[in-house]
């Protein structure tokens, strides 16, 4: 993709009057993103490409109801900001659902985990620049489906590439948010993002565990350690590890940080859907396979093989 890492456009809107986000991937995080815009006063309107229904958001103990629009009566050319909050591997079908309603020149924002969504603009068709969003924000859905946030965290956006000033679509909506912040240097978070989620998702995926459970003395600090060098290794290797902490450092403090946490990969595992597999490990091993002599990989390479999904299309 044109500015995963490398760059892309600063503004591609140029909407004389801001129009709403429209938010497509009525799953947790967009909901909770769609309820939080809407109370900041930001203009947006949730999708589902399943059809107009109602949520609810649960704050403090009270239930809030969130409209869901359907994406299919969006009259075409009516969007002008999409926020993509789909999981990776439900963007391409987002994108070709969405791709007649978008405006010439729309922004395209996703938070979704990974690296590799060129491919997904190409399937599409979609030839506008994906901007990106690297967030720790945790939501979930409780037994009686309110949906929960879990954690606010805080969420980086930015466009990758020279250090790009702060972009009006940010400034007039998105920046409301206390936890949203503009990165000039995004392509770092991304790739620390990448790193730590290619080492804690597989594992909690592939072990049904808790983030704070790799921490524990025994195997699974064993393979979190192993698994650690690898990826910092291959990444190295590849030109998208250039920190002098080590990886594990960082993959600690976040396991510590949300110790109580299912990972998304392990959600997934247990909800019986796809995962982000093929736009974490799967697209390390890709890369690496350019490599003349890559390093080791190869428990990166059996938790690959144990995860791998079919990708199918739908909410995350
Ligand atoms: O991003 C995450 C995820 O679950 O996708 C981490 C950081 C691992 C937190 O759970």
Redesign the pocket.
Known sequence: MANELTGGNEDSGTEAQPGPWFILGAGCLGTVLAFRLSRQGVPCKLLSHRGADERSVLVDGDPYGVRVEALAAQAPQSIGRLLLTTKAGQIDAALQLAGPKLQSDAVLLTPA?GLGFATSLETAGVELPLQRAV??A?AYRDEAGNIVLAAIGDTRVGVPGAAHPPARWFLDSLSRLPDWQWDPQIATAIER?FA??CV??PL?AQRRCL?GDLLDQGEGEALLEQLSSEVEANLRSLGLWREATPLQQYVQK?CRA?AV???????DVLAGRPT?IEYLSGELLRRRACLNSPPAAALSEALYEQLRERANPGDS
């Open positions: 985990n967030s720790t945790a993002k730590i989620n804690i998702n909690t983030n976040v949300t946490n299912r990972s998304s990969m392990l959600q982000e």
